[in-house]
């Protein structure tokens, strides 16, 4: 390492740096050894006697061949001499012949001071076999033997073979060892023991022992192996002498001894790598390259070389894209929308709605000029101040219909317009006046004296007064004296004269007789009648509906009306004694404990404990508070009792909506009380049914409040009776008191309908009211599911009309339908502000507010499983703007959740988990009669006669029976039959369910194999087969990618109808696998169907028929899917666990495969990416 050594090669040749070995040549003639660190003695010998002995010491080591050896002849004892003079002597290194190796065995070596070795020391005897190569390497302690070195071969006539000898001295100053072939490693260049290497005055830096020969262990080095390798040493290996890094530097590290951290803004292994320049000040942890300040807005990770996510951007991504954003994707430094903007939103950031007027997608639309001002809503373009006077709809885009025209649309032509028409806006005739009125408006008849056509004829003036019909010139009063006629225009004769006035005497005198007679009529019947005082109605019959069980909640009630009509009943007099009511408990009740509040994550295992506890949700339903406080004064009020549908069903004074006196009535009663909403005050209204007595009323409260949103929740006639009147006009312009009312829009859906109206108090501006109708709440206690309600309450929560008043909210009672939606809503604001839920708390806070809200147990059990579902619903309805940003997210893994699942995993767990308070399938009976066993191919699907189809008897009369199941569309109850693929037991029911229903379409998910035995083909390919009466003939199949497309006439023989059906075949699904091979093709198959059905479906209700194997696992995913993309294009969101919960209450088995529910979502957005530009979705 130091250079120490010089190296001893034949003709200056190099020698290796480290050891001395010289490289491709030997030693110069004065030295030997591996490293040339031996000293060579050159003996001496006599020439005169033996010339040919000078080859063995001429440096030339070649012993393969004879004539490079020296040999003695056959002798006894054969002997080589040689003087070496005074020397000491530590090595002979011997090379005899190869091929005689074996006559050379056994020789001897000798030292003496004498010619021959009589009393010389025998320095070495062979013993052994000698190596094959031919060289004796002797070794001897370092010493001075004698002069002279004696080798001899003993043994009589034997042959001395010598091809060279090397005789090695003392080693150079600073090695040792036999061959001197080790370095000596003293301290301050102090010559070691030549032959063991022992150092006196120890060892250099790098070495230790006594000899100095060892290496400091390989992560030491220095003097006395003292110091360790430096720690930015790779593995800590390092020279032994310097602390140099023998392997390099660990990452981060530099310097011989990898003792210096890399510079800065540079990392790694040779600090070669340049920290990121997205990390803050370029600055990053020399070793590992991660950023040390962080990393610039925008980028994420260690290293600050990832982006953002495209939902987020900024300083540690930690500023979300802005919601306006399309796709919700924006830059990843700075939050630019790189995709524009949602529709209403414009700028870099999305963050300004459109202005001057414009609305949509870029803000490319103009707002309707007719909208007043021109101003609209700046995502839809519905005009913020309703239409100018002439036009109507959303985006007051449409001019009034015949016979509307004004502001609103809301006054009539005159129906003394020629045809009736008149202009929209105006109002003016088109076509001008009927005779008899005067334009433009046709609505002012003509001055007294005039008439006709434009009201330019004058009256006859024969008329009296000169006052005639205006519209054919009629005389009004009479004719002046002497003349006659209509027109007045005949002259009478003096005899007609006296016969006319006799006639008008006696007319006079019999209308006044008649008057008298009914009179005195009148006055007979009021002083016979009795004089009798109302029976007084008791608390205990006021009140009874809250204490014994009941069968519908008309059963609960007193009706103060009929049909026909109203009337007041027996007791209807009585006083109502609010503060009276009669409660029971059952013992032990007040035992159970009842929760401040319920942590939403918790709602779930409560219900479960309470179903399991006996007496359940009925124990805690009795402990809720019956108010025994409140007073009901203006109930009690002679003429406010008629105003009330049931007798004990009234408002209490403290929380009654009170109405401004109007001029056609002194009283301020209506039977509605307001609700306290979560942190807002009478947030609801909560309102009996409207009466016949009380529409006027109610449109006033609905005017006084500055109601936007109604809710109903009943029906007008339920189980044949009244529970409303029909108290809103369908287009016709109703007049309510004050109020103008129309009707501009109706939109139906599965479970709902919504109604918009306008309405008009006077010259007001016109004000808009939507009307949200739940129309599947039967009057028995609780929908089926919570499904439906849950969808309709976030339809309202979700609306983007602004509620400028109160929610107000209606059944037919006012207290159960209507309880249970204002608790529900309650809460779940309560839920998503808290995270806490207090149902029984809300319930009582309600009761106190008006009369038993939440009229029975079932109603307030159904609240709890309808906050589950809500809550869980809620978080997966996603606008078609968020949904890629969710499809992302769904397949993160949720850091919320102890199990690490994914979103996607958790939803589907959830979903799993939701229960029915009620299930369909407590409704089997037809499915297990014997006779119709056999018709079902996987035994434990059937079909619930909930929502079976109901076809046709068969021809003997029997009834029939198929394995089919209605499901819904968010617009449609019936909008697909689920059934499986018919057997020969059921292909005639199928054909007969198809005919019944008039589907114009069947869509096949299933192969139609023949090693199938219970799979019966419904056609014959290109040709005609009979089934009972039915006749099926089929066309030739147009084969499309991964479909085939058939169309199907069929024709019944006994009645002549034909229908024809197009099938759908999927072929690419294979047996095995819960999800197609192929979401474009099966999406493109979904798109054919749908353009087929608008085409041709004659009637827009008929379901489509759909089947695979069982008419659960593929028919369920299919219509899961199809109602999915229904939903995404009518109303922009996307929520797959909803459709799923409305599917799997006629059919449980629908999609409960996470897998299938994978693929909804991944065909969901495959549809969006594909099949659809963003703004025309």
Not at 164 to 169: K, N, P
Not at 409 to 424: F, I, L
Not at 1040 to 1064: A, C, H, P, W
């Amino acid at each position: 390492m130091f250079c120490k050594s010089k190296c001893h090669c034949k003709s200056s040749a190099s020698c290796d740096t480290d050891t001395g070995v010289c490289l491709g040549t030997v030693c110069e003639n004065s030295y030997m050894g591996p490293n040339c660190q031996q000293r060579k003695i050159m003996p001496k010998y006599n020439q005169k006697n033996d010339k040919k002995l000078s080859v063995v010491f001429d440096g030339t080591i070649q012993n393969t061949k004879a004539t490079h050896c020296y040999h003695t002849q056959h002798t006894m004892d054969s002997t080589v001499s040689m003087w070496v003079g005074k020397v000491k002597i530590k090595r002979l290194v011997v090379y005899t012949l190869q091929s005689e190796i074996k006559l050379f065995q056994n020789f001897k070596v000798y030292a003496s001071d004498r010619k021959n070795i009589s009393n010389g020391t025998l320095l070495y005897e062979n013993s052994h076999a000698i190596n094959p190569n031919g060289i004796v390497d002797i070794n001897f302690p370092l010493s001075k033997y004698g002069n002279r070195l004696f080798i001899v071969l003993p043994g009589n006539n034997r042959k001395l073979n010598l091809c060279e000898v090397l005789i090695g001295g003392d080693c150079n100053s600073g090695w040792f060892s036999e061959n001197c072939s080790r370095e000596c490693h003293c301290k301050r260049l102090t010559k070691c023991n030549s032959t063991n290497g022992d150092c006196i005055g120890g060892c250099i830096p790098g070495w230790k022992g006594s000899n100095c020969y060892t290496k400091c262990s390989e992560k030491k080095y220095g003097e006395d192996c003292q110091q360790s390798c430096s720690s930015g040493c790779l593995d800590s290996v390092c020279h032994h002498i310097t602390g140099y890094c023998t392997n390099g530097c660990q990452p981060g590290y530099i310097g011989h001894q990898c003792d210096r951290v890399c510079y800065r803004h540079t990392y790694g292994i040779g600090c070669n790598k340049n920290c990121s320049e997205t990390c803050i000040d370029q600055l990053c942890h020399h070793e590992t390259g991660n950023c040390t300040k962080g990393c610039l807005p925008g980028f994420k990770d260690s290293h600050c070389l990832a982006k953002c996510s495209r939902h987020t951007y900024g300083y540690q991504c930690a500023r979300k894209c802005s919601a306006n954003c399309l796709y919700q994707t924006c830059n990843h430094i700075n939050g630019r929308c790189i995709n524009g903007c949602i529709p209403g939103y414009q700028g870099h950031y999305c963050n300004s709605t459109c202005s001057n007027n414009k609305y949509g997608f870029r803000c490319l639309n103009n707002c309707s000029k007719f909208c007043v001002d021109q101003e609209c809503n700046h995502i839809h373009g519905h005009c913020t101040k309703y239409c100018n006077p002439g036009y109507q709809g959303q985006r007051c885009d449409t001019s009034c219909e015949h016979p509307f025209y004004g502001s609103g649309c809301m006054t009539v032509c005159s129906e003394h317009c020629v045809d009736g028409k008149c202009h929209h806006v105006t109002g003016f005739c088109n076509k001008g006046c009927e005779p008899g009125y005067l334009n433009p408006l046709c609505i002012t008849a003509c001055p007294r004296t005039y008439f006709g056509q434009d009201c330019s004829k004058k009256c006859n003036h024969t008329c009296y007064n000169q006052t005639c019909q205006h519209f054919n010139g009629s005389c009004l009063e009479g004719c002046i004296l002497g003349y006659t006629g209509t027109h007045c225009s005949k002259v009478i004769q003096s005899g007609e004269q006296s016969q006319l006035d006799m006639f008008h005497i006696l007319t006079a005198a019999l209308v006044a007789n008649i008057i008298i007679l009914i009179l005195c009529v009148l006055c007979f019947r009021y002083f016979r009648s009795p004089k009798t005082q109302p029976p007084k109605l008791l608390a205990e019959q006021a009140f009874a509906m809250g204490t014994v069980e009941h069968a519908e909640e008309s059963d609960h009630l007193m009706s103060d009306q009929t049909n026909g009509g109203l009337r007041l009943t027996d007791g209807s007099n009585a006083d109502i004694q609010c503060e009276d009511e009669i409660i029971y408990m059952n013992v032990g009740e007040n035992d159970i404990i009842i929760p401040d509040s319920i942590p939403v994550d918790e709602l779930q295992s409560y219900i479960q404990n309470k179903r399991n506890f006996e007496g359940g949700f009925g124990a805690e339903y009795r402990r809720l508070s019956q108010n025994t406080e409140a007073t009901c004064k203006a109930a009690n009020l002679q003429e406010n009792k008629a105003k009330n549908r049931y007798k004990n069903i009234v408002a209490y004074d403290h929380s009654r909506v009170i109405l401004e006196k109007c001029k056609d009535s002194d009283s301020d009663y209506i039977n509605a009380n307001y609700i306290d909403g979560f942190n807002k005050p009478k947030k609801y209204i909560a309102s009996q049914g409207p009466t016949s007595a009380i529409i006027a009323d109610f449109w006033q409260m609905l005017w006084q409040v500055n109601c936007t949103k109604l809710v109903m929740l009943t029906n007008l006639i339920e189980t044949g009776k009244t529970k409303c009147e029909k108290y809103w006009p369908d287009k016709e312009v109703k007049i309510s008191g004050d109020l103008k009312i129309r009707c501009i829009r109706e939109q139906n859906f599965s479970d709902f309908t919504i109604r918009s109206f306008f309405l008009q108090k006077g010259e007001e501006p016109v004000r808009k009211l939507d009307q949200f109708h739940f129309t599947s709440w039967s009057d028995h206690g609780v929908p089926p599911t919570p499904t439906g309600l849950v969808n309709f309450m976030m339809k309202i929560r979700n609306d983007s009309e602004a509620e400028t008043g109160p929610l107000v909210v209606h059944c037919s009672a006012g207290i159960g339908r209507s309880g249970t939606f204002i608790a529900l809503d309650f809460l779940m604001d309560e839920a998503l502000h808290q995270g806490t839920i207090d149902i029984f708390g809300c319930v009582n806070r309600m009761r106190k507010a008006r009369l038993n809200m939440v009229q029975i147990e079932d109603q307030y059990e159904f609240i709890y499983f309808a906050l589950v579902e809500s809550i869980f619903l809620q978080q997966t309805q996603v606008t078609i703007e968020n949904f890629p940003s969710f499809y992302q997210k769904l397949n993160e893994e949720n850091e919320e959740n102890v199990s690490c699942k994914t979103l996607l995993q958790q939803h589907f767990q959830e979903l799993q988990e939701l229960e029915y308070p009620h299930t369909s399938q407590e409704f089997l009976e037809t499915a297990k009669l014997k006779n119709n066993l056999n018709k079902t191919r996987v035994k434990n699907i059937l079909a619930s006669d909930l929502y079976r189809p109901y076809l046709k008897p068969a021809p003997d009369g029997q009834p029939r029976y198929i394995n089919a199941v209605y499901l819904p569309s968010h617009e449609n109850p019936r909008n697909y039959i689920a059934t499986q693929m018919p057997m020969k037991e059921t292909i005639e029911d199928f054909w007969q369910m198809v005919c019944d229903i008039q589907s114009s379409t069947i869509v096949m998910l299933n192969s139609d194999d023949s090693m199938d035995e219970t799979c019966c083909k419904y056609w014959k390919d290109d040709g005609e087969i009979e089934f009972g009466h039915i006749i099926v003939h089929s066309s030739k199949a147009e084969e499309k990618t991964d479909f085939m497309e058939r169309i199907l006439f069929i024709q019944n023989s006994e009645t002549g109808k034909q229908l024809s059906v197009k099938q759908y075949q999927y072929t690419s699904w294979p047996a095995t696998s819960a999800v197609p091979n192929n979401t474009v093709s099966f999406l493109h198959m979904i798109e054919e169907i749908k353009q087929h059905i608008q085409q041709t479906q004659t009637n827009p209700k008929a379901p489509m028929v759909v089947h695979c194997l069982n008419g659960a696992e593929r028919s369920g995913l299919f219509c899961v899917v199809f109602s999915s993309l229904l939903l995404l294009q009518k109303e922009r969101t996307v929520n797959i666990p909803y459709i799923i919960r409305t599917m799997q209450l006629p059919r449980p088995q629908v999609l409960t495969d996470l897998d299938q529910f994978k693929f909804c979502y991944t065909a969901v957005m495959e549809y969006i990416d594909r099949f659809q530009a963003y703004g025309n979705v």
